[in-house]
């Protein structure tokens, strides 16, 4: 990840929020909202972690302060994990994604989210989330599953096999209920970064 892209990265993340930019809008969303503070310090992570001197800098103790939230809000997130521009999470409680994930642009993740991996066939692997998904509270979606762009996984399904694009799914199974998708749920994208 280069310095641009790590700017543009935030800079969508930061939209999502509160349709703020800018160095003012930065500090003041960065101390009132936890959720962009921790998506934050995952971008610097990933990004300090890759260049030779800040290794050995300023990554251990960004690292730390990452480790120190992280334990506060009980989210276990990797900064190693892909995720697309405009990542938002709403109440950052209980999440769990595992490292080897892939988070497409512009998701929501609400608390007690469960992104894991699967050990065993089928379905070994871990998921990979489309572009624009709503992922309600308390969903699980553990092994290889692919969840299709514009869909939306309602509050404590958990999900066994792949969601097609604009579907939404709900119950345990979760069963497709309708393709209205995640109309009304993803909004304030930065343009640009919606159809990524």
Partial sequence: MTFEDLHSFIRADLFRYERAAGWQGFARTFLREP???LTCLLRACRHLRARALPRWTVYPFLKLWLGRISSRLGVYV???????????????CGIVINRRCRIG???NIAQHVTLGLKSREPRMGCPV????????PGAVIIGAITVGSDSAVGANCVVTKDVPAHAVVAGVPGQVISMRGSEGYINDCLPGTADT
């Fill in 78 to 92: 990797c900064h190693s994990t892909d995720i697309g521009p405009g990542f938002y999470i709403p109440h950052p």
């Fill in 35 to 37: 959720g962009f503070r």
């Fill in 129 to 136: 989330i489309g572009d624009r998904v709503y992922i309600g």
């Fill in 105 to 107: 642009a512009n998701c």
